[in-house]
Nanobody, 115 residues
Framework: QVQLVESGGGLVQPGGSLRLSCAASRSIFSIYIMGWYRQAPGKQRELVATITRDGSTNYEDSVKGRFTISRDNAKNTVYLHMNSLKPEDTAVYYC?????????WGQGTQVTVSS
């Protein structure tokens, strides 16, 4: 098992940038897929981006071209670089890691995009 801790959330103006970090309690070298999800008030949790062990990425259409997911296996950390933020991006962002019995989740970090 692995514990995940997200950080980097906060309040940012529209058009601004933010970098989220997900620190894992153990090596993520062997974890094939890691990702970021988000949940806004009144909405279901949705997939934002994923990254495989070899660096292949996938993005939800609304964030493609604005967000970049990356991983540093040596630092046991996954990042989400968010640019050109919109109010619609406001949500709690969760880090995830695949597991044999389902995904592991962090506690989440709040991102608020507002003027």
């Amino acid at each position: 098992q692995v514990q995940l801790v997200e950080s980097g959330g906060g309040l940012v103006q529209p058009g601004g940038s933010l970098r989220l970090s997900c620190a894992a309690s153990r090596s993520i070298f062997s974890i094939y897929i890691m990702g970021w999800y988000r949940q806004a008030p009144g909405k279901q949790r949705e997939l934002v981006a994923t990254i495989t062990r070899d660096g292949s990425t996938n993005y939800e259409d609304s964030v493609k071209g604005r967000f970049t997911i990356s991983r540093d296996n040596a630092k046991n950390t996954v990042y989400l670089h968010m640019n050109s933020l919109k109010p619609e991006d406001t949500a709690v962002y969760y880090c995830s890691a695949d597991g044999s019995a389902g995904p592991y989740w962090g506690q989440g970090t709040q991102v608020t995009v507002s003027s």
